[in-house]
C-alpha cells in the first residue's frame, strides 16, 4: 500500500442576482459559479451590489474601479451559495468546479494522503495555483513531502464573503507561483449580528458521519467607524472502510489483459512467505519451490499466487493477501477554527486594519499491517537464520528469506496534528488627492506532529530472529538475549508471534514539521492620474519582501536506517524574496461607433530571490466592447517559479508509488521484451519472476536543491455576451493556453523503470534511479525525487453561462453552466524527449505515480433552480467525460489490458431551502443516483478517489439562525 507522503522540508447570493440583471450596463461581470446542488435563485431579496459609480477591487488587478469587467476569467461562488449547499469546507465548495484539478490533495484522501487541503486549477499542480486571502498570501501548511500548499481548512468557510476564481496567471499581481490561477478568499468585513449554523451528513451506507457547528458575532462601534467579528468553527468526519465499499475491496492490483483473471491485492501474505534452496524434507521442499512457501496449521504448503478468499473471519492465509480490508477509503478528520478581524476608521487617511486565524487539526489514515521485506536501508532481504528454532520445529535446517503481511502488529495509522497561525496588521488610506496607499505585515506559522502507530523497529525485528543480516551466519540466541524486552518472534503463521515479541517490534514513530512565513507588502494607487480623452489613467505601484522557511525532523529510529521505512534525515531550508511591481490601466476609446470601450491593463514584476537571482514577469491584457452587448478580451503573461520549499528542500521518505516490475510483466513489452529478458537476467532475476509488490513499488521520493526555476508563459482570448434582448442572460466563452517550459516535477517510478530495462544492456541514465534488487530479486528501492522534467503545455476552452428568468408573481426559473473543454495537455517528462499526450487520459503522470489523475476532455456543471418566495428548489447534473488509462506516459489499449478506459460518469444533486424570517433551513442529496465510480487499475481503491465521488448517496442538512 502507498504510505501517506507527509511535508518533511513533500456579498451573498442575492448579490448575485443583482450582478446580472446590471450586467447590460456594466458590460461584462465575473461570472458566479453554481455550487452543484446549490440554488441560484433562492427567491432572496436583491442585495445592494457594486453599482456603476462604486469603487471595487477585482481579483487579478491592484486597481480600485467603477468598472467591475475584467480582462480575465474569474468565477465567482458567494456566502449565500456556500450556505446553501452541502459544503462544509472550502474545499467541498471548490473541488466540484470544472476548473479545479484533480491533482491535488483532498482532505479525506486516505491512501497517499495527509489530512491536507490543497487545489490546483487545470491539473497544473497545488504549487502553481496561489491561495490569498484578501488579496493577500497566507501561510503553508507544514505537511511533508509532496506538500508545499496553503491548507483550505485553515481558513474559517464561515468567514467567507465570496470566492473569486482567476482562471489566468497573475504572476506580474501577486507573485510568480500565480502561473495557472488565483483563488482568493473575500472574508466579511463589515458583519453586525450573530448567526449560528448547524451541519449534518451522512451516507446512504450509514457511514462517513459529518457534523459541524460554527458561530459568527460582529458589531460596529465609534458610530459605525469600526467594526469588529470573531468566529468560530467545530467539524468532525467519521472514516469509511474500503471493505465497506464491495467495489473498492478487494483491491485489483494487475489487470493481465484479456481474457485472464485480475491479480488481486499483495503477494505479501499473512502467513509470511519464504524462501530457500534446500530439498528434502517436504518442509524444505515447499520452501525451495518457484513461488516460495507459507506455513498453514504449522504445516509449510506451497504458496498460491492467486487470492482464495475474503479476510476477516477466513483470512486467505496461503494466497495473496487483500490490504484494502483494513484500509479507510475516506479518512477520519476533525478541526477547530477561531478567527477574528477589525478595522477602524481613524479620519480618510488612516484606516487601521487587523486579522488572525487559528486553527487546530487532527487526521487520522489507515493502511493495513506492515509489508516487511527486511531493512530497506541496506540489501538484505527479511533472513530467517539457520537454526531458528521456530523454523526447526518445521523441518528446515537452511537460512530463508522473503517476506510477510505484519497484520499481527495491527494496522497502520498516522495520526497527524497540525496547528496553523496567521496575523496581519495593516493600514490604508488616501494620501492626497487621487493617491492612495495600503501597506501591511503578515506573520504566519504552521507545526505538524506526525504519529505513525504499528511501525517496526527493523533492528529488533532481526534481533528477535536471531538474524545479524548476513544469510550466511546462523541463528544468534544471543542478539536477542542480550536486548532487553527481546522475545523470539515466530514469523511463520497468521498471529504466530507472541505477544510479548510483538511489544518488542513493534513502536510509535512520531516525526515533526514547521513552516513559517513573514510578508510585508505595500501598493500605492491612483484611479486617476492623468485624464486622457477617453478616461483616466490608472497606476498602481507596490513592493512586496517575504521570507519562507520551514524544516522537518524525522523519528530517531527512522533517522537511525532501523526502521523498516526509508532512512529519512534532519533537513530544511527557505528563501526571501523582495519584490517591486506596478501597473497601468489605460483607457483607450469609449462611447464610439464599434467602441463603446476600449482599455488596456500593462503590468510587470520585479524580483529578486536570494536562492539565484532577479527575474522579470510582465502581462499585458486588452478589453473591447463594440457595444453594451458583447465584450471581448484577451492577456498575454510570463511568470518565472521558484522551486518551492518541498520541491527543494523536501527530506527523503518512502513511498509506495503505482508501479509494476518489468521483469514480472515481460511479455508486455512487445518487441522489446527481449531486451527486457536479458536486462532481468543481468539483474539476476530467475524466469517467472513474480512481483510480490501488488501493483506498487518502492520508491525515495523528496526534494532535490539542485533545481532550477521554471518559465511559462499563459495567454487567454474570450468574449462576454450580454444581450439587451435576452434580459438577465450572460454567458463567458475563454480559450487559454499555457506552456512552462523547466517544469519542476517527479518522473513516475513506471517510467524510470521502463526506461531502464527496455534500454539496450541497462544503459540508460534511469537505471541509476531504478533501483537495487534484494536476495529475493525485488526491487529494494527506487528513487524518483523532483526534476526539471522539461516542457508542460495545456489550452482548452473554458464556458460560463447564466439565465434568470422572472416568472408570475414571486416565481422565478435560473439556470447555469459550467463547463471545461481541454484541447490539448501534453507533458515531457526529460528536458528535450518525446512528448506525451495526456488529453483525455487517467494517467500517473502527473501524479507523479502516487495516484491516477484526470484529465477529462469535458467537465461540466449544469444547474436549474426553482425559487417561490423564501423556497427553493435545484438540480445539479455534474458530468465527466470518459478517460483512456496511461501509465508512465504510455495509454492502455483493449488488445494489452481488460481495463483500459474509464465511460463517462453523470452525478445528479438536488438541494431544497426554505428561508422563515431568522431561520433558514437546507436539506439536499448529493449523488441522487447513487453512482458506482468508474473502475481505475490504482492498485488502491479500484478508482480514482480525486476524480470520482466515492462515498455513494450522501445526505445532508443545515439550520443557519440569525441574532
Known sequence: MTRPRYFTLRAGLTGSIAALALAPVLGSAPAFAQIAGTPFAAGATPQTGPTPTENVEVTGSRLRTSNVTSEAPITVVTAKQIEQSSSQTIEDVLKKLPSIGTDGNFATTNNGGNGSSCLDLLNLGINRTLVLVDGRRFVHSAYGTGNDCVDLDTIPIQMVDRIEVLKDGASTIYGADAVAGVINIITKKNFAGTQINLGGNITASGDDKQGDISGLTGFDFAQGRGNFEVSGHYLQRQPVLQKDRDWSDPVVSADNGPGNPYTIGSGFPVNGRYFGSATGTPAENAFASGGGGTVVNGQVVPFVNSYLGANGSTPNINGRYDYGHDTYLSNYESQANLAAETHFDVNDHFTAYASAFYTHKNTETQLSGQP????????????????????????????????????????????????????????????????????YFTYGYSNTTIHETNQINATRLANSLGSDGNPADPFNASLCNAAEGCALF????????????????????????????????GTITNNKLLQLPYGPLGLAVGFEYRQENGAYHPDPFVEAGQSTAAQEFPTGGGFDVGEVFGELNIPILKNLVMAKDLSADVSGRWSDYNTFGGVQNFKAGLNWSPSRDIRFRANLGTSVRQPAISEAFGGSTLSFEQGNDPCGQISSYGALAGTVAANCARKGVPVGFQQAGSGQIATLVGGNPQLTPESSRTYTIGTVLTPRFLKNFSAEIDYYHTSINNSIGEVPVQYVEDQCYTSVNLSSPFCASAGTRNASSQISLASAPEQNLGVTRTNGIDFDMSYLIKLRGHNTLSFTNELVDTIGYTEQLVNGGQFYNLKGTLNTVLGGGL?????????????????????????????????????????????????????????????????????????????????????????????????????????????????
Open 490 to 521: 515466530n514469523p511463520f503463521g497468521a498471529n504466530a508471534a507472541s505477544a510479548a515479541a510483538v511489544n518488542y517490534v513493534r513502536y510509535t514513530a512520531s516525526s515533526n514539521a514547521y513552516y513559517q512565513f513573514r510578508d510585508y507588502g
Open 372 to 439: 516487511v521485506t527486511g531493512n530497506p536501508n541496506t540489501p538484505t532481504s527479511l533472513i530467517i537464520p539457520q537454526g531458528n528454532p521456530f523454523a526447526e520445529a518445521l523441518g528446515v535446517d537452511e537460512a530463508l528469506s522473503g517476506y510477510r503481511r505484519s497484520t499481527d502488529l495491527g494496522a497502520r495509522q498516522y495520526n497527524t496534528g497540525t496547528d496553523t497561525y496567521q496575523a496581519t496588521v495593516g493600514a490604508r488610506g488616501n494620501i492626497t488627492g487621487n493617491w492612495n496607499y495600503d501597506g
Open 851 to 963: 495516484y491516477p489523475v484526470g484529465v477529462p476532455v469535458i467537465r461540466d456543471n449544469f444547474t436549474g433552480t426553482y425559487a417561490h418566495g423564501p423556497f427553493s428548489f435545484s438540480w445539479t447534473v455534474r458530468y465527466i467525460d470518459g478517460m483512456t488509462y496511461n501509465e508512465g506516459g504510455a495509454n492502455f489499449s483493449p488488445d494489452a489490458e481488460r481495463f483500459y478506459k474509464t465511460n463517462e460518469v453523470f452525478y445528479h444533486d438536488i438541494v431544497a431551502t426554505y428561508n422563515f424570517k431568522k431561520i433558514g433551513l437546507v436539506a439536499g442529496i448529493d449523488n441522487l443516483f447513487d453512482r458506482t465510480p468508474p473502475f481505475a487499475l490504482d492498485a488502491s481503491t479500484n478508482t480514482a478517489p480525486t476524480v470520482y465521488d466515492v462515498l455513494g448517496r450522501f445526505f445532508y442538512a443545515r439550520m443557519q439562525v440569525k441574532f
